[in-house]
């Protein structure tokens, strides 16, 4: 595999196909917690004459449900939003390099006609490795019932013994984490580029990376020494900005001694700021997208021929 020749070809896709920059906003705005600084205040009173009063209990109830309710919609619309826009990236790099053109509209349908199948890739996969690592976690952590013991040797044993297990514990968790990053970029492409099923999307995925761990390895290594690359340019921006939030902020408050001024001017600083950081981000997205969609082509261009896609979820 030439890797330079593919990284080139994700500068250059990044670069030309603006459309792209949309979705890998979208993704980094996502990747924050998809919303900045939202809070939720709520006062009560009982009427005009009693202000300050407690708020009744079948009140309160309804509003914590609500919050709840509406912490829920949001937080699954922001898991929608991601599996649609992170299947249009893949989707629309692999329509580039079929027909060179791609469009928005494009990227949506994709997105929206793989996102169910992508949520069920992430519970089948996702419940049973949540599963083992609290197993792990609590075989770490079981020494630990020596505490119960009313013996000093004992519990002594025990703490040394939960930290003598933890470390290791620890150490499969963040391998076991690391395979499924590295998993999860196949597996994603073999369920929106060639249209498969939940369980032939894994299949197909752990079989690329079977049949080419070397290769696999050296592109995730790329990759890697590519994002600490991008931390050291990123990180002069970031102080940047915050200078530039901080700054005027500063001299408000020194200007005003007054806390309603100063956030009249950091709000709107720091608003910008944080869209610029999202769309300078977005575009490390779309790269990294698009560096992984070509690695998976060229490796499916040298295996050998595929059995036929699975379109059924």
């Not at 944080?274 to 998976?296: E, H, K, N, P």
């Amino acid at each position: 595999m030439d890797y330079g020749k593919i990284l080139r070809r994700a500068f250059h896709i990044t670069l030309r196909y603006k459309a792209l920059w949309l979705f890998g906003f979208i993704l980094t705005l996502l990747g924050s917690g998809g919303n900045f600084g939202q809070s939720f205040r709520y006062s009560f009173s009982g009427g005009p004459s009693t202000p300050g009063a407690l708020p009744s209990p079948e009140m309160a109830t309804g509003v914590i449900i609500a919050v709840i309710a509406l912490g829920l919609l949001l937080g699954l619309l922001a898991v929608v939003l991601n599996l649609v826009c992170h299947a249009a990236l893949i989707g629309m790099v692999n329509e580039i390099e079929e027909d060179e053109k791609t469009s928005i509209r494009g990227g949506f349908k994709i997105g929206l006609a793989r996102t169910v199948t992508l949520f069920l890739i992430r519970l089948v996969i996702g419940i049973p490795a949540f599963a083992v690592t609290l197993f792990l976690i609590l075989l770490g952590l079981s020494p630990l019932l020596l505490l119960l013991v009313d013996n000093t040797a004992a519990k002594v044993i025990g703490v040394g013994l939960a930290v003598g297990l933890l470390l290791p514990v620890l150490g499969v968790i963040i391998l076991g984490a690391l395979v499924l990053s590295v998993a999860w970029e196949f597996i994603d492409r073999s369920c929106v580029i060639e249209r498969r099923g939940v369980l032939d999307s894994i299949k197909g995925g752990f079989g690329y990376i079977r049949r080419n761990l070397a290769r696999v390895g050296l592109a995730w290594l790329l990759m890697f020494a590519v994002g600490i690359g991008w931390g050291l340019v990123m990180l002069p921006l970031v102080l940047l900005l915050i200078l530039l939030v901080a700054g005027p902020a500063l001299v408000t408050y020194l200007a005003t001694n007054a806390l309603g001024p100063t956030l009249l001017v950091a709000m709107p600083l720091g608003l910008i700021a944080v869209l610029v950081l999202a769309f300078v981000g977005g575009l490390m997205v779309v790269f990294r997208s698009s560096f992984w969609t070509l690695t998976y082509l060229e490796l499916k261009s040298l295996s050998p021929a595929s059995a036929p896609a699975v379109t059924n979820p």
